[in-house]
């Protein structure tokens, strides 16, 4: 997870965008949030009470197959559960987020697509968080892979990955509830106990201090954490949109 | 069955409400699982659920292999009211019509006969397995759900989101798992031991482009002329919750119901022959038994999570948890029908498989809630065993 | 052709395999399924309903199998199954309301797909329905529609849908060249759909107009050997008291009447067999 990097609200005419890339894996991705939105089309399909959550990734050199077909419907359990879609002015409305693969390795027929899962998770939170939809917490998520001779290793490679025993995705919220596991390899329960340990400790170790945070502060900033990554990227844009107002002063 | 169920199991539903339960089922379906799943303290009866089964209780399950004639393998499975129709049809993949094969393969496939098997060249040969299989498309599996198999999927309709993502799962399993061996999928062809003059002969035949001259004491080593291509189909008749553990049982068994018939390279007619004699096909040789179980997560406030204006960090809501104890605020739902599903948010599916007793994970998922962490993974992972030996069982006799 | 929404398999494409035993000309006619049942008697069906339970009817509808390949599969020798019996599943969904985008429609629209498995035939078979299944479908919406009264459901639709697991080929395997579906195998799918679907409709509990046997002869008539290789009565099923509780036992009752009808039409038969030939070939 070192030297991620992200900005917020690059696209002018959608609600809510984001671009990201993670060097480990060479992912560049960009997301974009309509919300809320009329969905016509979908109208038997939408709940009476809350926002339907619709997710669209876009694999760059093709058209989304059925391996997209499923990550979306991951993706769309995770953010359902962390969209407040009950809030006024959401219910029978829908939350569109597409999500486009600009770089990186292309993902072939039948592939797992665990590689690319954290990144399609912190582009599509990123987006949220600049289309300003309401959730009732944020997450962070990593990969960790387990290697044939048993040992833990992080900030994995495509390769690395590919000579995995077992690779696991594993998303936390911002309050250390599980929210998304995805394994698959060969591994016992024990070793996954270490990885959900270890995933832990990546996602959480910290939590950036922000300049006047008003939610509990870690020791120290460190933005190569993933959740970290998220405020910091969120600040900038702040500071960035509200400079006119701080200098002002 | 509901009907007969809630008059023992759900006292609180109300008698001034003379509503049949079958009604209040269509109408209050979160409450009326609620009811079946918390009775009064009092009545001192288990929990149970509104189908009758208990929470961690799998529904009855058969399979029924190789009763499709134009298959080489094929099996019907049926979980309680869910029910799978797989068909497995080989057909060949000449190495001609691969279009990167010459290039990559002579010269691989030279070295992997040579070399003798240390750690390193085990590993060559995984990946080269993993190769054959994966980047040449040999597994074909797809599942079908425009059957009528329930309302709501239009039938002769592109396949859903759900079909796809089914199918991508199955083929993701198939590849994560390392279930069909490449060795099986490949069809050798050992080129004779010419002489020179047979070979110029041949030469003359324009039969082969063999080098005369090179290496006629040395065997020549034997190449791949093709590879079987397993065309997996799955065809959901009924669709009555958790497709995922229905499809893949089928495929499962289709697959160990499948025979390949003996194939050679025949230079005379410069293809593929079979034989069709049964005493000289050959089984497919699996490796494992993965057995996949699906549970969801009902919980007692399905909004809880929508009101709370603070949700508790994970610790706080354990401590919480335990101090409800007497009130229990989810429970984990093993093999969830379709009522069951229309009313959860989080899964969890589960592919265990056994190596001497052990039991080995092979897929976890879950998703679509906060709830459920490790102590109750690992309740599950010991169901999912358990689960393994039963389906075992079920197979074994199909 | 890449079909984003399957998985596809090898790009450039596979072939069937090709038994050795078969380009020997001449081997195989011994060997070659011989029809053991006389020309009038019928095959015993399988049929039961109600398997689908989230559909409004369902059936499911077998063969028996021929002797010939009764005892290939009992001692299995060779991989080249002799001939195959028919297996169909049927669901019938509604009547229900059309679709918001539908035109108004007095009547009950009945909307029938017919489908082969991709492993149904001898043939592997697409996943996109090929004109054979399409002519399968209008034959049976045909077949249908006049069962059922219509007026009664304005503005509704019904869908019958049919999934063939295993079709019927009266050709042997041995005839490579140029077999693919003929429509002689087809007929007798034909005639398993129509009864799987009345069965299923009247598992729907679903009025039809007539409540008699409406008998309509599908035949399938092999002139090179100037013998009937099949005949199969397709019966409007609403004989069946639409109320009765007991099902099953009222379609294996009809089930029988329809095989007792077709043995009392055998007298006709001569003349049926070229007569509902055409008639069967003239509906498309």
């Given at each position: 997870m070192v030297g991620l990097t992200a900005s917020l609200s690059n696209l002018s005419r959608s609600d809510g965008s984001a671009s990201y890339k993670c060097p480990a894996t060479g992912y560049d991705l960009l997301g974009a949030v309509n919300a809320p939105i009329e969905l016509p089309a979908r109208r038997d399909a939408l709940k009476p009470e809350e926002a339907t959550v619709e997710v669209f990734v876009k694999p760059g050199n093709t058209t989304a197959g059925v391996g997209e077909r499923y990550v979306e419907g991951i993706l769309r359990s995770v953010l359902s559960k962390v969209v407040l879609g009950r809030e006024r002015g959401f219910p029978r409305r829908g939350v569109v987020i597409t999500l486009a693969i600009v770089g990186g390795?292309?993902?072939?027929?039948?592939?797992?697509?665990?590689?690319?899962?954290?990144?399609?998770?912190?582009?599509?939170?990123?987006?949220?968080?600049?289309?300003?939809?309401?959730?009732?917490?944020?997450?962070?998520?990593?990969?960790?892979?387990?290697?044939?001779?048993?040992?833990?290793?992080?900030?994995?490679?495509?390769?690395?990955?590919?000579?995995?025993?077992?690779?696991?995705?594993?998303?936390?919220?911002?309050?250390?509830?599980?929210?998304?596991?995805?394994?698959?390899?060969?591994?016992?329960?024990?070793?996954?106990?270490?990885?959900?340990?270890?995933?832990?400790?990546?996602?959480?170790?910290?939590?950036?201090?922000?300049?006047?945070?008003d939610i509990a502060m870690g020791d120290e900033a460190d933005s190569s954490r993933p959740e970290g990554f998220v405020r910091e990227t969120v600040e900038d844009r702040l500071y960035k949109d509200y400079s006119w107002k701080i200098d002002s002063i | 069955m509901a009907s007969s169920s809630?008059?023992?199991?759900?006292?609180?539903?109300?008698?001034?409400?003379?509503?049949?339960?079958?009604?209040?089922?269509?109408?209050?379906?979160?409450?009326?699982?609620?009811?079946?799943?918390?009775?009064?303290?009092?009545?001192?009866?288990?929990?149970?659920?509104?189908?009758?089964?208990?929470?961690?209780?799998?529904?009855?399950?058969?399979?029924?292999?190789?009763?499709?004639?134009?298959?080489?393998?094929?099996?019907?499975?049926?979980?309680?009211?869910?029910?799978?129709?797989?068909?497995?049809?080989?057909?060949?993949?000449?190495?001609?019509?691969?279009?990167?094969w010459s290039v990559s393969q002579s010269t691989n496939a030279n070295k992997r006969r040579r070399i003798g098997e240390s750690?390193?060249?085990?590993?060559?040969?995984?990946?080269?397995?993993?190769?054959?299989?994966?980047?040449?498309?040999?597994?074909?599996?797809?599942?079908?759900?425009?059957?009528?198999?329930?309302?709501?999927?239009?039938?002769?309709?592109?396949?859903?989101?759900?079909?796809?993502?089914?199918?991508?799962?199955?083929?993701?399993?198939?590849?994560?798992?390392?279930?069909?061996?490449?060795?099986?999928?490949?069809?050798?062809?050992?080129?004779?031991?010419?002489?020179?003059?047979?070979?110029?002969?041949?030469?003359?035949?324009?039969?082969?482009?063999?080098?005369?001259?090179?290496?006629?004491?040395?065997?020549?080593?034997?190449?791949?002329?093709?590879?079987?291509?397993?065309?997996?189909?799955?065809?959901?008749?009924?669709?009555?919750?958790?497709?995922?553990?229905?499809?893949?049982?089928?495929?499962?068994?289709?697959?160990?119901?499948?025979?390949?018939?003996?194939?050679?390279?025949?230079?005379?007619?410069?293809?593929?022959?079979?034989?069709?004699?049964?005493?000289?096909?050959?089984?497919?040789?699996?490796?494992?038994?993965?057995i996949s179980s699906s549970f969801c997560v009902f919980e007692a406030d399905a909004a809880a999570g929508w009101r709370a204006v603070v949700i508790p960090d994970a610790e706080e809501q354990k401590v919480q948890d335990s101090k409800h104890g007497s009130q229990q605020q989810k429970w984990i739902l093993a093999d969830p029908d379709g009522y069951e599903e229309g009313l959860v948010q989080e899964r969890v599916y589960l592919v265990v498989d056994k190596e001497e007793g052990k039991t080995v994970i092979v897929k976890m998922e879950k998703l679509g809630g906060w709830t459920v962490d490790s102590e109750d993974l690992r309740q599950l992972v010991d169901i999912s065993a358990q689960r393994w030996d039963e389906m075992k069982r079920i197979l074994d006799q199909c | 052709m890449n079909d984003r929404r399957r998985v596809n398999g090898p790009p450039g494409g596979t072939r069937p395999p090709v038994y050795a035993s078969l380009l020997q000309s001449g081997t195989g006619a011994d060997t070659r399924a011989q029809r053991q049942r006389q020309p009038s008697d019928l095959r015993k069906i399988f049929l039961k309903t109600g398997l689908i339970p989230s559909a409004s009817g369902s059936s499911y509808l077998e063969f028996e199998p021929s002797a010939s390949l009764a005892a290939a599969r009992s001692n299995p020798k060779s991989l080249i199954p002799p001939s195959s019996a028919l297996k169909l599943a049927c669901t019938v969904h509604g009547p229900k309301p059309l679709p918001r985008s539908a035109p108004f429609s007095p009547n009950l629209v009945l909307t029938t797909h017919v489908k082969y498995a991709p492993f149904a035939a001898r043939r592997r078979k697409g996943h996109v329905r090929d004109s054979s299944e399409r002519d399968l479908g209008v034959h049976l919406e045909t077949a249908l529609r006049g069962a059922i009264?219509?007026?009664?459901?304005?503005?509704?639709?019904?869908?019958?849908?049919?999934?063939?697991?295993?079709?019927?080929?009266?050709?042997?395997?041995?005839?490579?060249?140029?077999?693919?579906?003929?429509?002689?195998?087809?007929?007798?799918?034909?005639?398993?759909?129509?009864?799987?679907?009345?069965?299923?409709?009247?598992?729907?509990?679903?009025?039809?107009?007539?409540?008699?046997?409406?008998?309509?002869?599908?035949?399938?008539?092999?002139?090179?050997?100037?013998?009937?290789?099949?005949?199969?009565?397709?019966?409007?099923?609403?004989?069946?008291?639409?109320?009765?509780?007991?099902?099953?036992?009222?379609?294996?009752?009809?089930?029988?009447?329809?095989?007792?009808?077709?043995?009392?039409?055998?007298?006709?038969?001569?003349?049926?067999?070229?007569?509902?030939?055409?008639?069967?070939?003239?509906?498309?």
């Open positions: 390795e292309t993902l072939d027929r039948g592939d797992s697509y665990l590689t690319i899962l954290p990144a399609l998770l912190h582009t599509s939170l990123l987006a949220l968080l600049s289309a300003a939809v309401p959730l009732s917490m944020t997450f962070s998520a990593t990969l960790v892979g387990v290697n044939k001779s048993g040992a833990i290793i992080t900030d994995l490679s495509a390769a690395d990955a590919k000579a995995a025993a077992s690779l696991h995705v594993l998303a936390f919220s911002s309050k250390n509830h599980l929210l998304l596991n995805q394994s698959e390899g060969r591994f016992d329960f024990d070793t996954w106990e270490q990885v959900r340990d270890r995933a832990l400790s990546i996602c959480k170790d910290m939590t950036t201090p922000g300049p006047d945070g | 809630a008059s023992t199991a759900a006292p609180a539903a109300p008698n001034s409400l003379s509503l049949p339960p079958s009604q209040f089922a269509r109408l209050q379906p979160h409450a009326y699982l609620l009811a079946h799943l918390s009775p009064p303290s009092s009545s001192n009866q288990p929990s149970i659920r509104a189908n009758g089964r208990a929470p961690s209780q799998f529904r009855v399950t058969s399979a029924n292999a190789g009763s499709l004639t134009h298959t080489n393998g094929s099996a019907v499975v049926r979980l309680g009211d869910t029910t799978a129709v797989c068909g497995v049809r080989a057909e060949i993949l000449h190495t001609d019509d691969i279009a990167s750690e390193k060249e085990t590993e060559a040969k995984d990946e080269e397995d993993r190769a054959h299989i994966e980047d040449l498309n040999l597994l074909v599996p797809n599942i079908s759900l425009s059957t009528g198999c329930a309302p709501g999927f239009i039938p002769s309709a592109p396949p859903s989101a759900l079909a796809q993502s089914l199918s991508h799962q199955i083929l993701s399993l198939l590849h994560t798992s390392r279930l069909v061996q490449a060795e099986d999928l490949r069809i050798w062809y050992q080129p004779p031991n010419l002489g020179p003059e047979e070979a110029q002969q041949h030469n003359d035949e324009e039969q082969m482009d063999l080098d005369a001259g090179a290496n006629e004491e040395e065997t020549k080593p034997a190449e791949i002329k093709a590879f079987w291509v397993l065309y997996i189909d799955i065809m959901l008749i009924s669709l009555a919750g958790n497709p995922f553990d229905a499809a893949w049982a089928s495929v499962l068994a289709a697959l160990r119901d499948t025979k390949l018939p003996k194939a050679w390279w025949d230079v005379d007619n410069e293809s593929i022959l079979c034989s069709d004699d049964v005493k000289e096909s050959q089984k497919l040789s699996l490796r494992g038994l993965p | 009264i219509a007026e009664r459901w304005p503005k509704s639709g019904l869908d019958i849908t049919v999934t063939i697991l295993e079709a019927e080929d009266d050709r042997w395997w041995g005839d490579v060249p140029d077999s693919h579906d003929a429509s002689w195998g087809m007929m007798n799918v034909l005639a398993g759909c129509i009864s799987a679907a009345s069965a299923a409709i009247a598992d729907a509990h679903i009025d039809s107009e007539h409540r008699s046997i409406v008998s309509a002869c599908v035949v399938a008539y092999m002139p090179a050997r100037d013998e009937i290789t099949e005949l199969w009565l397709k019966g409007d099923s609403s004989k069946v008291s639409t109320a009765d509780g007991d099902q099953r036992s009222g379609h294996e009752a009809l089930i029988d009447g329809a095989v007792d009808a077709a043995r009392g039409a055998h007298t006709v038969l001569a003349e049926a067999v070229r007569e509902s030939l055409q008639k069967t070939l003239g509906q498309s």
